[in-house]
C-alpha cells in the first residue's frame, strides 16, 4: 500500500541550528502538507502545498520556516534557525487531487538542545 | 478562531464492551470529518471519513454526525486492548486558494481497554 515516508524519524539539534525534515509523498497525491504536535499538545496545521506553490500557511509559519519540491518526489520542510520550542513531532501529509483525505507519514521528531 | 473539542478522557472501557467517543465542532462551513486513531509516539492513521448526517459502519467501527448539532461521534464495538489509543477528530476546514483543505484537530480522546 503506498505511503508517506519521512526522513529522518528522529533529528537532534542546537538551538540556533538549520535543519531539513524530508518527506516523500504518495506517488500520484499533487497537495502536500506538513503539520506539527508539540508532546501532548494537539496536531496543528503549518502549511499546504500545491503546484509548485505554498497554498496556505498558519501562523506558526513564520519566517523561519520554508517549504520545497526540490524534485518530483521529495517535499521539505526547513528551520532556519531553530528554537527549543520547535522541539514537536512533525508530520507530512498528502492528498489526491479531489480528495480531501490526507494521509500522515509516520513523523519526524525534532529535538532542539 | 475554528475548534474541534474532545473530552481528553482517558475513557476506560471494558474488553468487549462499546467505546463512545465525541466530537464537537464549531465551524458550519466543514462538511468533511475523520477519526484517526493514534497511538502513542506515531502518526495519526485513518479510522473512519463521514460526510453525510446519519451512521457509517465499518467493521468494529461506526462513526455518526449531525451537521444540525455540530457533532460527530466514533462508536467501538467489541473492544479490544489493542484499540488503546488516542482518537483524534478532525475536521475540515476549506482553503481559500487551493481548493483543497486543512485539517483542524481535536485534543483527541484517551481510551484505555481493559482486559
Known amino acids: 500500500e503506498p505511503e508517506v515516508t519521512q526522513t529522518p524519524s528522529h533529528q537532534v539539534t542546537q538551538m540556533g541550528q538549520e535543519v531539513i525534515l524530508r518527506c516523500v509523498p504518495i506517488?500520484?497525491?499533487?497537495?502536500f502538507y506538513w503539520y506539527r504536535q508539540i508532546l501532548g499538545q494537539k496536531v496543528e496545521f503549518l502549511v499546504s502545498f500545491y503546484n509548485n506553490e505554498i497554498s496556505e500557511k498558519s501562523e506558526i509559519f513564520d519566517d523561519q520556516f520554508s517549504v520545497e519540491r526540490p524534485d518530483g518526489s521529495n517535499f521539505t520542510l526547513k528551520i532556519r534557525s531553530t528554537k527549543l520550542e520547535d522541539s514537536a513531532m512533525y508530520f507530512c501529509?498528502?492528498?489526491?487531487?479531489?480528495?480531501?483525505?490526507?494521509?500522515f507519514g509516520a513523523g519526524t521528531r525534532l529535538s532542539v538542545l | 478562531q475554528k475548534e474541534v473539542e474532545q473530552n481528553s478522557g482517558p475513557l476506560s472501557v471494558p474488553e468487549g464492551a462499546i467505546a463512545s467517543l465525541n466530537c464537537t465542532y464549531s465551524?458550519?462551513?466543514?462538511?468533511?470529518f475523520f477519526w484517526y486513531r493514534q497511538y502513542s509516539g506515531k502518526s495519526p492513521e485513518l479510522i473512519m471519513s463521514i460526510y453525510s448526517n446519519g451512521d457509517k459502519e465499518d467493521g468494529r467501527f461506526t462513526a455518526q454526525l449531525n451537521k444540525a448539532s455540530q457533532y460527530v461521534s466514533l462508536l467501538i464495538r467489541d473492544s479490544q486492548p489493542s484499540d488503546s489509543a488516542t482518537y483524534l477528530c478532525a475536521v475540515n476546514m476549506p482553503l481559500r486558494t487551493s481548493g483543497t483543505y486543512k485539517y483542524i484537530f481535536g485534543t483527541g480522546t484517551r481510551l484505555k481497554v481493559l482486559a
Open positions: 501529509a498528502s492528498s489526491e487531487l479531489q480528495s480531501n483525505i490526507q494521509y
Open positions: 465551524d458550519r462551513v466543514s462538511q468533511s
Open positions: 506517488s500520484n497525491h499533487l497537495y
